[in-house]
């Protein structure tokens, strides 16, 4: 069932995968660099989170592509 879009797991890992997405595209703060104050710097970290779960979750799709 792992590539069934019907299975429960399929649907909420796309779910998790999508609101992560959106964390990582509707931040503006890019770079710490531009972090400014405390505030700046929690949205910065909760992007650069988003991005690092991205990529841990890809790379577990891949090592199980058969």
């Avoid at 972090?35 to 891949?62: H, P, T």
Wanted: net charge negative; charged share 35%; aromatic share 10%.
């Amino acid at each position: 069932m792992r590539n069934n879009p019907d299975d429960i797991s399929n649907q909420l890992l796309s779910k998790i995968k999508n609101w992560l997405n959106h964390e990582v595209e509707n931040t503006e703060l890019t770079d710490e660099k531009l972090c400014e104050n405390n505030d700046d710097f929690i949205v910065f970290g909760r992007r650069e989170c988003a991005v690092s779960i991205l990529g841990q979750i890809e790379k577990w799709e891949n090592e199980y592509d058969w």
